[in-house]
């Protein structure tokens, strides 16, 4: 199986389920640009969520103007001005859905001790639209539907998330590692998934995460079995 050339919606996803760390842009009370660094998670659909303090002036700005921008980058890799990235615009509003807490907090490790914290509050992005600077002649707008990821089709594979991963991670944490390694030109390490949706697979090791794009969408458990072994497959092989 050759791996598929990704679309302009490929990339903008992958930019933003890998990013871990954000910047955030906000309105200060005289209309003054405010940017400041958060950290970031994605929803099963995609949309950006965050946890941060009332007590911040960015999220004072938002509750008093939730018009928001929000960017992220490849980090690590050489010229930052050289990398992808993604920068998007929307309203930003609480989030108190558990799934929304439960994927933040699997890509953030120290969020389970800020979120005790009572002043703090997590919060999703309702995309609007988005720019992409891919690198040198790689760039585009992109719209909420290039961003996100359609899950009204695939509830099944939604409510088997949780289980599909921990079994990944107790049973085949090897082939975790074949991914990242093999298929994504990582580092060798104790590679983890932290989540899944139709369009791909995360893996994470410490704080820098990577992302999996499956070859075709998959709507069901039983698909993203079977992609996940052709995957699998094609790791060893190589």
């Not at 720019?131 to 002649?137: D, N």
């Not at 719209?143 to 088997?160: E, G, H, N, R």
């Not at 990944?168 to 983890?192: F, I, Q, S, V």
């Amino acid at each position: 199986m050759k791996p598929r050339k990704l679309s302009q919606a490929d990339i903008a996803k992958k930019l933003l389920r890998e990013a871990r760390v954000a910047s955030l842009g906000t309105l200060m009370p005289n209309g003054t640009p405010f940017v400041s660094l958060v950290g970031v998670a994605t929803a099963h659909d995609g949309s950006p969520l965050l946890l941060i303090s009332g007590l911040a002036v960015h999220t004072k700005n938002a509750l008093r103007d939730n018009r928001v921008s929000l960017m992220v980058d490849e980090r690590g890799h050489g010229n930052p001005l050289a990398n992808g990235r993604l920068s998007l615009t929307g309203t930003l509003a609480v989030t108190t859905d558990e799934e929304d807490i439960r994927r933040y907090q699997a890509r953030q490790p120290d969020a389970r001790v800020y979120a005790s914290i009572h002043d703090f509050a997590y919060y999703k992005l309702t995309v609007d639209g988005g720019h992409v600077v891919g690198g040198f002649g790689r760039i585009f707008d992109v719209t909420p539907a290039d961003v996100l990821t359609k899950i009204d089709d695939s509830q099944k594979f939604v409510k088997a998330e949780v289980d599909f991963v921990a079994h990944l991670n107790d049973d085949h944490a090897d082939t975790c590692r074949l991914y990242a390694t093999k298929l994504l030109g990582a580092k060798d390490g104790e590679w983890k998934c932290v989540g899944c949706d139709p369009d791909g697979l995360d893996l994470q090791l410490g704080r820098t995460g990577l992302r999996l794009v499956f070859p075709r969408k998959v709507r069901t458990p039983g698909a993203l079995r079977k992609v996940l072994k052709e995957l699998a497959d094609q790791a060893r092989a190589a």
